[in-house]
Structure formats: structure tokens, C-alpha cells
């Protein structure tokens, strides 16, 4: 006995064979993955039970294997061989039971090896049809995709369109309050901003270029700076030089052009 492993060339009928009910069709098989596959009529082995001349019946299939004299092994299902590969199982310590009724397991023996089945040429029918489903499966097939929503497509644009004006309302009372707040800060009607106009800009640039009305403001500054000076540090005190005594209380008009005219040396006395 042994544990066979099908490929996907290979498929086995549990049901005995009729002529009378045989249909000739291709068989499906589903895998392990839980996709179904398609086998060859000729790949499928069947069995069925006849009755021998002396009154006992014995089973018959359409499959054999077949020992050759080099010592490999093959197995036949009609026309079409396949390559035997054994392996040891004895390790796995595998058994064969038959259910009786009541729960009563019957053992008929261990297994004690392992089968798996291979087309034996590429040019076989099986091989063939082996390529053909392994190209099928990695074949891209544009497909009509079914799509059933959850939601009522026409309540679906109604929302959407709500949304979309919500949004665009929104928008609007946002730009009315920055106009609003914008307008708080702009200049009255009435009242207009300076600008800059050509012919400012050429009366600025005469006063620049006049030497003599420089020199006066730079001489009315210096005067007013002295003048801040003797009022501040010398008030009151006592002027010693080439000039008589006087008290630098009251400075007018005249004794500060004078001042500023004459180049006389002061000491102060602190």
C-alpha cells in the first residue's frame, strides 16, 4: 500500500463505472486553494466491478502500473504514461483503517511509502495540458468587476452636494468678517495720505544742493547748542577772561552774536 499524491493532470472517479450512465466530459476538481481546475476525461481513473466465468467478480480499471526492465516505474491510464516517484514513509508510521458501523475502525494494514505521478515527456498530452493551466493562472484577463453599494448612489450625491454648499457658505461669511476687519483700519474718506509727487522731489533735491542755507542751519544748530550748554552748566557763576566780570544770568540776542563772533578764550571757574 501507498499514499498518493495527484497532480493536476490526474484525477480518480470513487464512483464505479456504467456505460450505460458514462457521460464523455471533462472533469473539475477543486484544490486545495479552493479554485476549481479542469482534468482531461482520458486522466480520470475509473474502476468498476465484473463478473468472472466461474461466478466471482473482480475489479477492473482503466489504469495499471506498469515495472520496466532498467527498474523504474510508470503508471498507465489509457494512453497516456506518467512517472512514478516512491518515497520512503515508513518513519511517519501511517495506517489504513475501514469504518464499520458503531464506530468500529477496522486496520488493513500500514503504509509504508509515498507516490507522486509526472507526465513522462513534455510532448505528452498532459504536459501540455499542465502548461496551458499554469499559463492561465498567471494570465491577466480583463474581467467586469461587480460593485453592489451599501449606500443609495442618489442620497450619496445629495450629501455631497450639501457639503459642497456648506462649504461654499462658509467661505463667503469668512471673507466678509477680514473685509469687515480690514475696514476698520483704513484712512477717512476726507483725509488724503501724503504722496510723493516730481515736483517735491525737486524741491528736495534744491535744499540739498544749496551750500549757503546749510551753513546757516548748521550755524543756527551750533548757537542753540552753546547756548543750551551756558544755561545748564554756568548759570550763576563766575566768567574770568580778558572781558570784565559778569554773571551769565540773562543772555539776549545781542551778547550771543557777540559771543559767537569774537574768539576769545574763557576760563571757567567752577
Not at 65 to 88: K, P, R, Y
Not at 100 to 121: A, D, L, V
Request: charged fraction near 35%.
Amino acid at each position: 500500500m501507498a499514499t498518493i499524491r495527484l497532480s493536476n493532470v490526474i484525477g480518480i472517479d470513487p464512483n464505479p463505472f456504467d456505460p450505460m450512465t458514462y457521460v464523455d466530459e471533462d472533469h473539475y476538481v477543486t484544490d486545495e486553494s479552493g479554485s476549481k481546475r479542469c482534468i482531461p476525461h482520458t486522466n480520470i481513473i475509473r474502476w468498476r466491478e465484473v463478473k468472472n466465468p466461474d461466478g466471482t467478480t473482480s475489479v477492473e480499471s482503466n489504469a495499471r502500473f506498469v515495472t520496466w526492465s532498467d527498474g523504474s516505474l510508470q503508471l498507465l491510464i489509457g494512453n497516456e504514461a506518467f512517472n512514478v516517484s516512491e518515497q520512503d514513509a515508513r518513519d511517519i508510521q501511517s495506517q489504513l483503517f475501514v469504518k464499520h458501523e458503531k464506530g468500529i475502525y477496522q486496520s488493513q494494514g500500514k503504509i509504508p511509502r509515498k507516490m507522486k505521478f509526472m507526465p513522462s515527456s513534455l510532448s505528452s498530452n498532459s504536459h501540455r495540458s499542465l502548461t496551458a493551466l499554469v499559463e492561465s493562472r498567471n494570465k491577466k484577463v480583463n474581467k467586469v468587476r461587480h460593485y453592489e453599494p451599501e449606500v443609495d448612489p442618489e442620497k450619496l450625491v445629495e450629501q455631497n452636494e450639501k457639503v459642497e454648499r456648506q462649504m461654499s457658505k462658509a467661505s463667503k461669511q469668512l471673507d466678509k468678517k477680514k473685509q469687515k476687519a480690514t475696514g476698520k483700519y483704513k484712512r477717512p474718506k476726507g483725509r488724503k495720505e501724503r504722496q510723493l509727487t516730481p515736483g517735491f522731489l525737486e524741491d528736495e533735491h534744491q535744499l540739498d544742493l544749496d551750500p549757503e542755507m546749510e551753513a546757516k542751519a548748521e550755524k543756527r544748530i551750533m548757537n542753540a547748542k552753546k547756548k543750551f550748554e551756558l544755561e545748564r552748566g554756568y548759570k550763576g557763576k563766575e566768567v574770568k577772561g580778558s572781558l570784565s566780570h559778569l554773571k551769565v544770568e540773562e543772555i539776549g540776542g545781542e551778547e550771543e552774536e557777540a559771543y559767537e563772533d569774537s574768539d576769545v578764550d574763557a576760563e571757567f571757574k567752577i
